[in-house]
């Protein structure tokens, strides 16, 4: 089988693409990744596994070489299954098909409320070349079949989620390099720095929180278009003090456990993995109340929701949070047990595997 995507660079869906290629039963499945445009970071972890990884070399958005690439290599491989992820490789699998063609899956990570009428269009289009779409949470699957997907092509199998295997950095030396005082409460958000993570969001939040208690920090994890804007919104706001800007991390996963309370304001979601790994972690959340951020939290027994761009909210529930440890304690050991029971790694093979069996099976 091959697993289709844009890039390999460290993101939500090239994770957990990465995730699945790794860990598909090697006696049941032949697996081989394709990348349209570039590797990444994660292509030396699916190499690592024995899985092979080749790169087509996408230049333009409309490349009409690629495409011719991709369906020499599709006519040459003859895999059973094309399963495919995020938008370019969507559609690019979909218009390279070879005759006959494998059973085609596609995976559909977000709400897309940016995409332009046009790839809504060409979505669309493209269905009758679909055997199954994949789509992360359910709000994924209401919002693809509002686009006009029906509804027995749509499957919802979850993100999967595990534990860092890693340590956690030491607290102390972590406080001093960043200059931080030794009893600072630390709020964290991670993620790509772009208009709908709502980041500003958050920095309104961390100017009122600090009002109520001056021990709080917040530590923004990630890069993207927004880094300038939001350094320089946090000078306007007077908070730039309370605020660190930590750019892009490997060892995100190990700061985690040092945090006190995690934060995500985002105005659009798939299933967000750095929500599922804080609440993993142990860290109580707080998250804008989205349809998919509702699906990984009820409101006061994993964490809380608060309204879309209310920064007062997020302040407001964190005070509750430092100020009461026991309520602190009770959320996150209630989320951290959900993402153990119901958001494993295992988990989102085994629905995957079930998915590419059902498929096959109907031409056999």
Known sequence: MLLLIPTLDRSGAEKQLALLATRLPRDQFDVHVVC????????????????????????VKGDPRALWKLKSFVKEQQPDILHCWLFAANAYGRLALPKPRPKVV???????????????????????????????????????????????????????????????????????ERQLPSDAKLIACIGRLAKQKCVGDLLWGIQVLRQADPRA????????????ALIERSRQLECSGHVRFLGHREDADRILPLVDIYWLASS???????????????????????????????HGEHGYLVNLHDGVGFAQF??????DAALSQKLSTAARQRMLDEFSIERMVERHVELYRRLVAVNS
Not at 110 to 130: E, F, G, H, M, Y
Not at 217 to 228: A, C, M, N, Q, S
Not at 318 to 323: D, G, P, T
């Open 318 to 323: 964190s005070v509750k949070l430092l100020e």
């Open 217 to 228: 920090h917040l530590l923004v994890i990630g890069e993207g278009p927004e880094r300038d």
């Open 36 to 59: 349209l445009t570039r590797g990444g970071p994660y292509a030396d972890m699916i190499r690592e596994a024995g899985v092979q990884v080749t790169v087509l070399g996408k230049r």
């Open 106 to 176: 596609v995976s559909e990570r977000c709400v897309d409320s940016w995409k332009s009428r046009w790839q809504l269009w060409l979505d669309r289009r493209l269905i009758a070349r679909t055997d199954a779409i994949v789509a992360n949470s359910q709000s994924v699957a209401d919002f693809y079949e509002q686009q006009g997907v029906p509804q027995d092509l749509i499957h919802v199998i979850p993100n999967g989620i595990t534990a860092p295997s890693v340590a956690p950095l030491d607290r102390q030396q972590f406080l001093n």
């Open 268 to 298: 659009f979601e798939g299933m967000s993995n750095s929500l599922m790994e804080a609440m993993l972690a142990g860290v109580p959340v707080i998250a804008s109340d989205i349809p998919p951020n509702r699906e990984l939290i009820h």
